[in-house]
């Protein structure tokens, strides 16, 4: 199975896993991983590294992690020099639960799931006022 670390300031990272869990089942292979305040961030990053590796099962491993430019994400990238995974930031919700269904899917990859997490992030963001607005006009 695909591994999946997420990657967080805060408790961003245990939250979003918390409310997949709940719409899509308990997880396994997941590890959760937040940078808090006044945490050692090179220790941040031993453990990130440590649970990249544990969840890798030979399956692929996506990493996903808060914001792009932010320390977790900075600390993922350090990695890419010496392990084989993939990195997408900008997790949320929709994101998550496509890699989550994603991962079970017959014939989908660590490549894939991470193209695919992408772009369900992407259609994950609405603009629910004009949607609301469209639909009693009877718009589409």
């Given at each position: 199975m695909i591994g999946v670390v997420i990657a967080s300031h805060g408790e961003l990272a245990d939250t979003l896993l918390k409310s997949a869990e709940l719409l899509v089942g308990k997880q396994t292979n997941v590890k959760t991983c937040g940078l808090n305040y006044g945490d050692d961030i090179s220790r941040?990053?031993?453990?990130?590294?440590?649970?990249?590796?544990?969840?890798?099962?030979?399956?692929?491993?996506?990493?996903?992690?808060?914001?792009?430019?932010?320390?977790?994400?900075?600390?993922?990238?350090?990695?890419?020099?010496?392990?084989?995974?993939?990195?997408?930031?900008?997790?949320?919700?929709?994101m998550l639960l496509d890699v989550f269904l994603g991962r079970e899917t017959l014939?989908?990859?660590?490549?894939?799931?991470?193209?695919?997490?992408?772009?369900?992030?992407i259609e994950g963001i609405k603009k629910v006022n004009g949607i609301l607005n469209n639909s009693i006009k009877g718009e589409k």
């Open positions: 941040f990053g031993e453990i990130l590294g440590n649970y990249i590796d544990e969840v890798d099962r030979g399956d692929g491993v996506v990493v996903l992690t808060d914001i792009f430019g932010g320390s977790p994400c900075n600390r993922a990238i350090m990695h890419l020099r010496n392990k084989s995974f993939f990195c997408v930031s900008g997790v949320n919700l929709p014939g989908v990859n660590a490549e894939n799931l991470y193209n695919r997490c992408y772009e369900s992030a």
